[in-house]
């Protein structure tokens, strides 16, 4: 069993910023692309920002120069550095992470429990 264990949400004035961390444990043989979600009340999940093993990074148009991801794979940890934040950035914000477990060979997809992100002054 994989588990993903979300941190770095609050509460945070406009133009503030935040730094979300996520943490996989359990039985981890390799963790391919990593990511970020969110899910504003009404509205559908999107994808934030994502990550490969190898580095390579994609995100969503609303947030290119203010947000970055990154991770630390020795740690299995993807972060996200969110700078300049907006009232409509408040969401919960889901880890996501590609597994390939212990008993291999295949991927399995796994999400973190969310954490809240609320930008208001």
């Known amino acids: 069993q994989v588990q993903l264990v979300e941190s770095g949400g609050g509460l945070v004035q406009p133009g503030g910023s935040l730094r979300l961390s996520c943490a996989a444990s359990?039985?981890?043989?390799?963790?391919?692309?990593m990511g970020w979600y969110r899910q504003a009340p009404g509205k559908q999940r999107e994808l934030v920002a994502a990550i490969t093993s190898g580095g390579n990074t994609n995100y969503v148009d609303s947030v290119k120069g203010r947000f970055t991801i990154s991770r630390d794979n020795a740690k299995n940890t993807v972060y996200l550095q969110m700078n300049s934040l907006k009232p409509e950035d408040t969401a919960v914000y889901y880890c996501n992470a590609g597994v390939i477990t212990g008993a291999g060979p295949y991927e399995y997809n796994y999400w973190g429990q969310g954490t809240q992100v609320t930008v208001s002054s």
């Open positions: 359990g039985s981890i043989f390799s963790i391919n692309a």
